[in-house]
């Protein structure tokens, strides 16, 4: 069983920047991969990006460039950095462990 817990979200004018937490309820070491997942009002959820247990990471394609996955053992912590922020980023933002764990998202809202 994991729990998982983000954080980080708000209101940000497009170009600026946020960063997401995500931290989960055990180690994280031994988590094959952490994705991250968003819901935009009216759409479906989909995925936006993965770091894996080696390290490796992807992204969806509108995001390449301007958002960044990263983790931090220590604290047993997933960060989602997302730079350049545009106004169709605007969504609920989710940490997904497989097979069936998610956290109970955070708002993001890029307006000016």
């Known amino acids: 069983q994991v729990q998982l817990?983000?954080?980080?979200?708000?209101?940000?004018?497009?170009g600026g920047s946020l960063r997401l937490s995500c931290a989960a309820?055990?180690?994280?070491f031994s988590i094959n991969a952490m994705l991250w997942y968003r819901?935009?009002?009216g759409k479906e959820r989909a995925w936006v990006a993965t770091i894996t247990r080696s390290g490796s990471t992807?992204?969806?394609?509108?995001?390449k460039?301007?958002?960044?996955?990263?983790?931090?053992y220590a604290k047993n912590t997933v960060y989602l950095q997302m730079?350049?922020?545009?106004?169709?980023?605007?969504?609920?933002?989710?940490?997904h462990v497989?097979?069936?764990?998610w956290g109970q998202g955070t708002q993001v809202t890029v307006s000016s």
């Open 65 to 72: 460039g301007r958002f960044t996955i990263s983790r931090d």
């Open 39 to 41: 819901q935009a009002p």
């Open 58 to 63: 992807n992204y969806v394609d509108s995001v």
């Open 83 to 95: 730079n350049s922020l545009r106004p169709e980023d605007t969504a609920v933002y989710y940490c």
């Open 5 to 14: 817990v983000e954080s980080g979200g708000g209101l940000v004018q497009p």
């Open 98 to 101: 497989l097979p069936r764990y």
């Open 25 to 28: 309820s055990t180690s994280i």
